[in-house]
T-cell receptor, first 111, second 113 residues
């Protein structure tokens, strides 16, 4: 069964810092990996989708990489802002027509 | 903001009751998936509907059931509610059953007392 782990569970940084969130998964047979943002009590907002054949995707200040063979993905956030404060979830599209989610990284950006 | 809408946004039910949650998928999307998210946890897959047929199911008991309509909107029904069913229920729509970007609604917060 696919297991997805996100490290760290929580992160607090001063505004302006660059930061990296980590995601690892146990089964490399994936179709794609998607990063989401979740504000407290809200739904999920899609940030980036990386197909299994791709190595990275970029959107604005966000860059996500994928190393399928080692079962790892990173989300890089440049020049963090207080509005980036949220929980970031990594999800792997694997077998069984479902996403497997990690438990997320809770990010706080301090003004 | 995605085109996926869920109703209601909040709901309080008593243990043993039944509940129906609704989801309108994004225009053109034929696949709807439902997830349960307990506090502090990642979402857990309940089931997926593709073109009105159940197309995959997670580790949830049969009292969790669903339906997808010809317009691809969907319902999640939960019978005999238990206290542990209290969670945020999320609906996701996608263009196809796999390997396409998923768009989530804002969720329904269910509290069972």
């Amino acid at each position: 069964k696919q297991e997805v782990t996100q490290i760290p569970a929580a992160l607090s940084v001063p505004e302006g810092e660059n930061l990296v969130l980590n995601c690892s998964f146990t089964d490399s047979a994936i179709y794609n990996l998607q990063w989401f943002r979740q504000d407290p009590g809200k739904g999920l907002t899609s940030l980036l989708l990386i197909q299994s054949s791709q190595r990275e995707q970029t959107s604005g200040r966000l860059n996500a990489s994928l190393d399928k063979s080692s079962g790892r993905s990173t989300l890089y956030i440049a020049a963090s802002q207080p509005g980036d404060s949220a929980t970031y979830l990594c999800a792997v599209d694997g077998t069984g027509n479902q996403f497997y989610f990690g438990t997320g990284t809770s990010l706080t950006v301090i003004p | 903001e995605t085109g996926v809408t869920q109703s209601p946004t909040h709901l309080i039910k008593t243990r043993g009751q039944q509940v129906t949650l609704r989801c309108s998928s994004q225009s053109g999307h034929n696949t709807v998936s439902w997830y349960q998210q307990a506090l502090g946890q990642g979402p857990q897959f309940i089931f997926q509907y593709y073109r009105e047929e159940e197309n995959g199911r997670g580790n949830f008991p049969p009292r969790f059931s669903g339906l997808q309509f010809p317009n691809y909107s969907s319902e999640l029904n939960v019978n005999a509610l238990e206290l542990d069913d209290s969670a945020l229920y999320l609906c996701a729509s996608s263009l196809e059953q796999r390997n396409t970007e998923a768009f989530f609604g804002q969720g329904t917060r269910l509290t069972v007392v």
